[in-house]
């Protein structure tokens, strides 16, 4: 069956210092990657996605991911994080089953940032 | 800011009152998608209308009542609540359900308490 893991529930970084939020997924075939970010009372907003072609996407924000097909992998990198990043992320993929086509959801990682 | 709109931002009710969620897009996408929230969780799917009709329905109590008047609304109707049924309620709108190279753009909620 499909999934998303995402490993980490917490995360806490100081301003500035890089990140890389991890994201597996067990798919059969060749994935649709997604990452979203939600702030506090708000909706989720597209950070990036993958479908083909170069596996090391450009996103909003200062955001990029590189899909790893041999590590069933997606993860979410920045390279410097500002106060404003703090978030939860969420990861997806999306899917067919049974002809339906559906986004499965990872349970999100929450980000502090420091000051 | 986001291109889907959703109405109210908040919502209380008691378990015998009748109230209605409402959302808008006008990107001009032809699939339409009902989440739930709860906190500190995944977004959990609902409904999902294609072209008008509804296309999926994730077993979801009939106490919830998806309608999507046209193309660019979608409501959804609450009767008879349950305290439980606190949530974020997200609507979503993507370009294709059936197409998997089409991400999510999400509205930022309604934010339903039940009393």
């Known amino acids: 069956a499909q999934s998303v893991t995402q490993p980490d529930i917490h995360i806490t970084v100081s301003e500035g210092a890089s990140l890389e939020l991890r994201c597996n997924y067990s798919?059969?075939?060749?994935?649709?990657l997604f990452w979203y970010v939600q702030s506090p009372g708000q909706g989720l907003q597209l950070l990036l996605k993958?479908?083909?072609?170069?596996?090391l996407v450009q996103g909003i924000k200062g955001f990029e991911a590189e899909f790893k097909r041999s590590q069933s992998s997606f993860n979410l990198r920045k390279p410097s994080v500002h106060w404003s990043d703090a978030a939860e992320y969420f990861c997806?993929?999306?899917?067919?089953?049974?002809?339906?086509?559906?986004?499965?959801f990872g349970t999100g990682t929450r980000l502090k940032v420091l000051a | 800011d986001t291109e889907v709109t959703q109405t109210p931002k908040h919502l209380v009710m008691g378990m015998t009152n009748k109230k209605s969620l409402k959302c808008e897009q006008h990107?001009?996408?032809?699939?339409m998608y009902w989440y739930k929230q709860k906190a500190k969780k995944p977004p959990e799917l609902m409904f999902v209308?294609?072209?008008?009709?509804?296309?999926i329905n994730e077993s979801v109590p009939s106490r919830f009542s998806p309608e999507c008047p046209n193309s660019s609304l979608l409501n959804l109707h609450l009767h008879a609540l349950q305290p439980e049924d606190s949530a974020l309620y997200l609507c979503?709108?993507?370009?294709?359900?059936?197409?998997?190279?089409?991400?999510?753009?999400f509205g930022n909620g309604t934010r339903l308490t039940v009393t």
């Open positions: 997806a993929v999306g899917s067919i089953t049974s002809g339906t086509y559906k986004y499965i």
């Open positions: 990107m001009g996408h032809r699939a």
């Open positions: 979503a709108s993507s370009q294709d359900v059936q197409g998997l190279n089409s991400p999510l753009h």
């Open positions: 209308y294609s072209y008008e009709k509804l296309s």
């Open positions: 993958y479908f083909s072609g170069d596996t």
């Open positions: 798919y059969g075939a060749t994935p649709y």
